[in-house]
């Protein structure tokens, strides 16, 4: 059975650093681009980061780029966000979702074809 779990979500300052997970069942991710995305109330899910299969290639949203990395170990089968200086508006829900043999670039666009985990929360309030 296909699964993503994310965790690692919390309550943070401005400023502070975070690293999520999302652990994954072989099913869906050896060979698999990985990619990671939020949802904030009132507003429609959107792009973070993502990594190809190999972990040879990875992509940012420019709200993002310079202060978030995406990075992925295959022993665990087990992807990656370390998010640094972390805003408010980082605040929201964090999904993690799974696409076979697509590059990096292609997660931008999300479809329901994807493998998808449930969320995890991440707060970012003085």
């Known amino acids: 059975q296909a699964q993503l779990v994310e965790s690692g979500g919390g309550l943070v300052q401005p400023g502070d650093s975070l690293r999520l997970s999302c652990a994954a069942s072989?099913?869906?991710?050896?060979?698999?681009?990985m990619g990671w995305y939020r949802q904030a109330p009132g507003k429609e899910r959107e792009f973070v980061a993502s990594?190809?299969?190999?972990?040879?290639?990875?992509y940012y949203a420019d709200s993002v780029k310079g202060r978030f990395a995406i990075s992925r170990d295959d022993a665990k089968n087990t992807v990656y966000l370390q998010m640094n200086s972390l805003k408010p508006e980082d605040t929201a829900v964090y999904y993690c979702?799974?696409?076979?043999?697509?590059?990096?670039?292609?997660?931008?666009?999300?479809?329901?074809?994807?493998?998808w985990g449930q969320g995890t929360q991440v707060t970012v309030s003085s």
């Open positions: 979702a799974s696409r076979p043999g697509a590059n990096a670039q292609a997660m931008e666009d999300m479809s329901s074809d994807d493998y």
């Open positions: 990594i190809s299969w190999n972990g040879g290639y990875t």
């Open positions: 072989r099913r869906a991710y050896s060979g698999y681009a």
